[in-house]
């Protein structure tokens, strides 16, 4: 039964970029995937992009059904629900079959199953040193203690009629979060994936005290965060000045990213440097300085 379900596992694992051990980094789409795994993640990277283009479209799409009334919109809907559902599922089972005899990928799974049920921080860190993929299926290692809440009065929650408030969801999370914070949309994501990768690979290769994270705040949405430690200490414990010793926070702009921005430029004069990408809109987060100091 065991092994049935981590064959399963295999279907649902998150995409695998690359693989890095004894101080290299192999592509792991160009060394070890198949051409049905690539042609299934093929199948879903299109998926992404049509439920991207329909989710931007979707103010025009409502102000037409409103106007010509729901007969072309639903016979569009009649049309394409069938094959493309059939579609997606086999590329899922197929995508997953061909995951299931690459013993690259097996491996990852069974270290990744390992690694999210384990409470070692070090354990945890080995495996995100070792593995560069899909970030967000990765689980929460810190939440904020407190901040601004959405659920709070200050953003105006019970002004709005109880009636326009689904619509007032979708507009807000589908249309202006999408708007205001591009870079973590998908398509700004799958045209900078392989660079972004490189930018990770190379910072993990030359900054060995590299520390991933994912922070949540309070509102759950999530940062995908990383501390290199440059500070230096004497045999004794007693701490050596120097640029290590100052902490530099480096902050990204709504479409950039920390792998190939301004993360780079105090680690390269030695100073411990601190960056984080916000995945959607954020509010201003405290989190616990102790936790945090020794998640880091």
């Known amino acids: 039964m065991e092994k049935v379900w981590f064959l399963v596992k295999n279907f649902s694992s998150p995409r695998l970029f690359q693989i890095c051990k004894d101080g290299l980094c192999v592509d792991y789409t160009a060394a070890h995937q198949t051409v049905i795994e690539r042609w299934g993640n093929v199948v879903f990277d299109g998926y992404s992009w049509l439920i991207t283009i329909v989710t931007y479209l979707s103010p025009f799409i409502v102000y037409n059904a409103y106007k ?18 059939s579609v997606y599922i086999v ?3 197929l995508r997953g079959s061909a995951r299931c ?7 990852f799974v069974s270290s990744y199953e390992e690694s999210m049920m384990s409470n070692s921080s070090i354990i945890r ?5 070792k593995y560069d993929f899909d970030f967000h299926a990765w689980n929460v290692d810190m939440k904020a203690t407190f901040g601004v809440s959405p659920d709070s009065d200050s953003h105006g929650k019970h002004n709005i009629p109880f009636i326009f408030k ?24 799958a045209i900078m994936r392989k660079h972004l990768s490189a930018g990770r ?7 060995k005290n590299m520390t991933r994270a994912k922070l949540e705040t309070v509102d759950n949405n999530h940062i995908d965060s990383v501390f290199v430690d440059n500070r ?5 414990g007693t701490p050596i000045e120097g640029p290590g010793q100052t902490l530099v926070i480096t902050c990204e702009g709504n479409a950039a990213y920390y792998e190939v921005g301004a993360f780079e430029y105090p680690l390269k004069e030695g100073y411990s440097t601190w960056a984080g990408i916000t995945l959607v809109s954020v509010t201003a987060q405290v989190f616990h300085t102790e936790k945090l100091m020794q998640m880091l």
């Open 166 to 189: 689904p619509f007032y969801y979708f507009m807000a999370t589908w249309v202006a979060k999408p708007l205001a914070y591009p870079g973590a949309t998908y398509p700004i994501n």
């Open 232 to 236: 230096a200490t004497s045999e004794d």
């Open 125 to 129: 860190q080995q495996f995100l040193n």
């Open 91 to 93: 590329a899922f089972l």
């Open 68 to 85: 010509h009334g729901l007969d072309g919109p639903i016979a569009i809907g009649r049309v394409s629900i069938v094959p493309l559902l």
């Open 201 to 207: 690979v190379g910072h993990m290769l030359m900054s």
């Open 101 to 107: 005899i690459t013993p690259a990928y097996r491996e």
